[in-house]
C-alpha cells in the first residue's frame, strides 16, 4: 500500500486523516509493510457516469450526500504499451479483470477507515 513519500501523502492518506481513522493516529511511514485487503472484484463500488451526474434529473436530489465520492475514469481500450489507469489485485488471477486506479483508490481508503 503506498502512502506517499516523506514529504508529501498520498491523497487517500489524507482523506482517511480527516476523516478520523485510527490507522492514520500511528506514524504513515514505517519498515512494515501495509497490504490492501480486496473486498471484491472490479466494479464493487456504485458508479455513475459524469454526464449523469451533471445532467439536471440525472441522479435523485441528495444522491451524494453522506458519501465518500471518488472521481476517475473508466478504462478504455488501448493499444499494447499505452498508458493505463488499469491495475492488477488478488481476483485478477480468478476471472482476469483489472482493477482502475479509483477503485483502488476507494479500496485502499476502506481498509484504512476499518
Known sequence: ???G????PTATWRAAELLG?????????SDTPR?????AP????LAVSVAQ??????????YFKDKIVFVGGRSA????GSSRDDF?????????????????HATILRNLLR
Not at 481476483?91 to 479509483?102: A, C, P, Q
Open 53 to 62: 451526474a451533471l445532467l439536471p434529473g440525472g441522479l435523485p436530489d441528495g
Open 1 to 3: 500500500m503506498y502512502l
Open 35 to 39: 497490504w490492501i485487503n480486496y473486498y
Open 88 to 104: 492488477g489485485t488478488a481476483f485478477s488471477r480468478r476471472n482476469g479483470k483489472l482493477s482502475t486506479g479509483v477503485e483502488i
Open 5 to 8: 513519500n516523506d514529504d508529501l
Open 77 to 80: 481500450a488501448g493499444n499494447l
Open 42 to 45: 472490479p466494479g464493487y463500488f
Open 21 to 29: 481513522a485510527k490507522a492514520t493516529a500511528g506514524p504513515r511511514l
